[in-house]
């Protein structure tokens, strides 16, 4: 098999064994949100774009905005001043490895909370295979609302396109 995967106490690591380069970096351990930093093309080209004056941009993440937390945002600071909520985190509760026969990837458990209140669980997998030329990536969830009822998505309300 041409790709490997390696897991380290904060990141999993994808790579080509045939070329040595990278594949891509997935960040687990961030307190707000997983993400990926670095995620490559074969010829090693990075298309993962990075925003340093948006400091919660990371790379490629999953977030969103509910009625009872923002899970986008990392600090009320950056919040309209007309709508604050609580700001959200995600957290991994476990992370294990696809076994060999299932492909490159891992299934990582997230639980989505602010404050002491879990407002999802989350299973979440994400794995990469190789085509001529390219890799593709299949990136799948389950997300669960773990609150009675009443929590709804709301859209952003950022004037830019979401």
């Given at each position: 098999?041409?790709?490997?995967?390696?897991?380290?106490?904060?990141?999993?690591?994808?790579?080509?064994?045939?070329?040595?380069?990278?594949?891509?970096?997935?960040?687990?351990?961030?307190?707000?949100?997983?993400?990926?930093?670095?995620?490559?093309?074969?010829?090693?080209?990075?298309?993962?774009?990075?925003?340093?004056?948006?400091?919660?941009?990371?790379?490629?993440?999953?977030?969103?905005?509910?009625?009872?937390?923002?899970?986008?945002?990392?600090?009320?600071?950056?919040?309209?001043?007309?709508?604050?909520?609580?700001?959200?985190?995600?957290?991994?509760?476990?992370?294990?490895?696809?076994?060999?026969?299932?492909?490159?990837?891992?299934?990582?458990?997230v639980?989505?909370?602010t404050?002491?209140?879990?407002?999802?669980?989350?299973?979440?997998?994400?794995?990469?295979?190789?085509?001529?030329?390219?890799?593709?990536?299949?990136?799948?969830?389950?997300?669960?609302?773990?609150?009675?009822?009443?929590v709804?998505?709301?859209?952003?309300?950022?004037?830019?396109?979401?």
């Open positions: 098999m041409s790709l490997s995967i390696n897991k380290t106490a904060e990141t999993v690591e994808f790579r080509n064994n045939r070329t040595g380069k990278l594949c891509g970096i997935y960040h687990y351990m961030d307190p707000y949100k997983s993400y990926f930093r670095g995620l490559y093309t074969p010829s090693g080209n990075d298309v993962v774009g990075y925003a340093p004056d948006h400091p919660h941009h990371k790379g490629l993440q999953f977030r969103l905005t509910t009625n009872k937390a923002n899970f986008w945002e990392e600090s009320e600071a950056s919040e309209p001043d007309k709508h604050k909520l609580p700001i959200g985190e995600q957290r991994t509760t476990r992370l294990d490895l696809l076994p060999p026969t299932d492909g490159i990837g891992f299934t990582q458990r639980d989505w909370l404050g002491a209140m879990c407002v999802f669980n989350e299973t979440r997998q994400i794995s990469v295979i190789e085509a001529e030329g390219a890799y593709i990536w299949t990136w799948e969830m389950t997300l669960t609302t773990t609150l009675p009822s009443g709804q998505i709301i859209k952003s309300v950022w004037d830019a396109p979401n």
